[in-house]
């Protein structure tokens, strides 16, 4: 299927490019609906990549790239199972994001996620799995699951780990904070940092750029730099389940969704 689109996100091949496009209000949050796309392109991905030199991830919402996981959901879900089946479900929705996400890191063709504003959590680590990142000057990368006595469930610290270091992940994991595209450009997250609304344009022009070179030479050397780290990958999993049954997790989870004041993603 060259061409999809769904209630959350949309692909299409154009210009030997695939480009993912994410949709879905307010700020792209991950829940069941779009994660059963993601999945859906996860498996046509194998047939695209034969048309293709490159992929392209974006976002149609003003407010950011994506907000991360949908915590409401995840939270009303786990909650609606009996208590014995909540752990269950949870790690099965980790286990299902992983594949996918697995499935962008391991792609053999060059993958580029144009971000704008809000990555945060778990469109971060969609971010991550992609091999660049071309960010516009107004994004901004956090992990903010600390603040639910929570760690990045979705691959972010064994990939930031293996691109980057452990002293990167220390100070986004454990402060919580955000960092804007010059610190991000820095530390060598960002590939390029563009005017604010160029980052698809130029994430574009790079895939035309790449399409000059020989793609068996770039897949290669991509699996040779960037081996996807299974072992850690699935550790994160156990270690998010092991926090996600604490008391304190899941009343600061059900202060976040309760609350009227808050954001539909954590700031």
Not at 41 to 58: G, Y
Not at 135 to 151: N, V, Y
């Amino acid at each position: 299927m060259k061409q999809f689109t769904g209630k959350t996100l949309s692909w299409q091949v154009s210009g030997g490019a695939i480009e993912l496009l994410l949709d879905r209000a307010p700020c792209n949050e991950i829940g069941s609906a779009t994660l059963g796309e993601l999945e859906q392109f996860a498996t046509a991905l194998d047939t695209l990549q034969k048309d293709a030199h490159a992929l392209i991830i974006s976002s149609a919402r003003k407010e950011g790239f994506c907000a991360g996981a949908d915590l409401r959901e995840l939270f009303h879900r786990s909650q609606a199972m009996p208590p014995a089946e909540r752990l269950a479900g949870v790690r099965d929705f980790l286990e299902r994001i992983h594949r996918v996400l697995n499935a962008l890191d391991a792609a053999p063709l060059t993958t580029i996620a144009a971000v704008h504003g809000v990555t945060f959590g778990g469109g971060f680590e969609l971010a991550l799995a992609c091999d660049l990142i071309v960010a516009d000057k107004m994004a901004r990368f956090c992990f903010p699951e600390l603040r639910l006595g929570l760690i990045p469930g979705f691959g972010g610290i064994p990939r930031l780990k293996r691109d980057l270091g452990n002293a990167v992940v220390r100070d986004l994991l454990l402060t919580g904070r955000s960092i804007n595209t010059a610190k991000a450009q820095v530390v060598g997250l960002v590939s390029q940092v563009v005017a604010e609304g160029d980052a698809l344009r130029v994430a574009r022009a790079t895939a035309a750029q790449l399409a000059k070179f020989d793609r068996d030479t770039a897949v290669a050397a991509k699996r040779f730099i960037k081996p996807v780290p299974h072992d850690d990958l699935r550790r994160e999993i156990d270690i998010f389940c092991e926090l996600f049954t604490r008391p304190a997790v899941q009343a600061g989870l059900r202060k976040f969704v309760e609350s009227t004041d808050a954001l539909p993603y954590l700031p």
